[in-house]
């Protein structure tokens, strides 16, 4: 299936690895040209030399830390032209209420919570004039699936699920659309940091966090790719009535019974 997307440029944070490695990789299959930005240097040069290696697209890299809005600035600045935006930066660190104090919520929500907002502020605001754009926001299925022991990423995904919908609810009007995607489960390091500290916390064995996946659909996590390849639809022309809406991807699993 073409996508349409040909020759468009994507930027996406959180880019380095995992989900925004992921989308950065199903989009410059499609002919897009990439940027890629995260924290780590060494990181996004390692992801961009995949991305050549693989697909004829123009790749860029740039290290920025989102949670510090003047990279936000930085980057409008250097690429107000971009035709998709995909939001993915951002681990909230996983705890109940009493293990995740102030300032560690709060930097935990700097990046991920403000930092989405804070690019979707810049970047709609360049795209609205023009009367196109995509924004996909990468979120959690942890917003819609409560979890107490994932308080501070709960209430942030749940807060940018709303964020989401009231944007692309309107965004329309000016020929930009909005959409949303919860990832479930998915393999990548944040994933198993979190499972070990479950294991610790329920098993008093880190090393035992594979045993954690068993109760999941199909019996293992998603893959990073399951989602960008979501993103990549999301952002073409073959999803063009999109938006205001959030697409769960996790086998099923807000549907279940508890799995962790």
């Given at each position: 299936m073409d996508l349409n997307i040909r020759g468009r440029t994507a930027l996406i944070?959180?880019?380095?690895?995992g989900i925004g490695l992921a989308s950065a990789e199903s989009l410059a299959a499609e002919g897009v040209n990439v940027i890629l930005v995260s924290r780590t240097q060494a990181d996004l040069e390692n992801a961009a030399?995949?991305?050549?290696?693989?697909?004829?697209?123009?790749?860029?890299?740039?290290a920025l830390d989102i949670?510090?809005?003047?990279?936000?600035?930085?980057?409008?600045?250097?690429?107000?032209?971009i035709d998709i935006l995909v939001n993915n930066a951002g681990a909230i660190p996983g705890g109940h209420l009493l293990e995740i104090d102030e300032p560690r919520w709060r930097s935990a929500w700097?990046?991920?919570?403000?930092?989405?907002?804070?690019?979707?502020?810049?970047?709609?605001g360049l795209m609205k004039p023009r009367g196109h754009g995509v924004i996909v926001n990468v979120l959690g299925v942890a917003g819609e699936k409560m979890d107490f022991d994932y308080i501070a990423g709960s209430s942030g995904n749940a807060s940018l699920m709303a964020f989401t919908r009231a944007m692309g609810g309107r965004s329309v009007d000016s020929g930009v659309r909005i959409v949303g995607i919860n990832p479930g489960a998915i393999m990548t390091d944040r994933i198993v940091t979190m499972m070990r500290k479950r294991a610790q916390d329920r098993l008093g064995d880190a090393e035992r966090y594979k045993e954690l996946f068993k109760p999941l659909p199909f019996g293992r996590a998603g893959k990073p790719e399951e989602i960008g390849d979501m993103v990549a639809f999301l952002a073409s022309d073959r999803s063009a009535y999109t938006s205001g809406t959030i697409i769960t991807i996790d086998g099923g699993a807000a549907n279940r019974a508890p799995m962790f």
């Open positions: 944070t959180g880019a380095s690895k030399k995949k991305i050549k290696d693989r697909h004829q697209v123009r790749v860029e890299v740039r949670a510090d809005s003047r990279s936000v600035g930085i980057l409008a600045e250097a690429y107000p032209g700097d990046l991920k919570v403000f930092g989405y907002i804070n690019m979707t502020r810049a970047f709609f």
